[in-house]
């Protein structure tokens, strides 16, 4: 649910923010885990700015990570 709302929005300025996208009430130690889950798997960035959404699932993408610059 929190990765489906962040995906959806890309950025939000705050957990109060957040918490007021989110369909339903969430626990904030619980929120906190969450978000700390989605940092370290790479899919957001805490900045001062806010929480920001990085993770990108296009496939083409991952190939072309994966194999390189080729010429």
Not at 2 to 28: W, Y
Not at 53 to 58: A, D, G, M, T, Y
Request: glycine share 4%; charged share 25%.
């Amino acid at each position: 649910m929190v990765e489906k709302v962040l995906s959806e929005k890309g950025f939000v300025k705050s957990i109060a923010e957040l918490k007021q996208n989110l369909p339903r009430q969430v626990n904030h130690d619980t929120l906190k885990i969450i978000l700390e889950y989605l940092e370290d798997s790479n899919k957001i960035v805490f900045s001062i700015k806010g929480i920001i959404w990085i993770f990108n699932n296009n496939p083409k993408l991952s190939k072309a990570i994966n194999e390189g610059f080729v010429v």
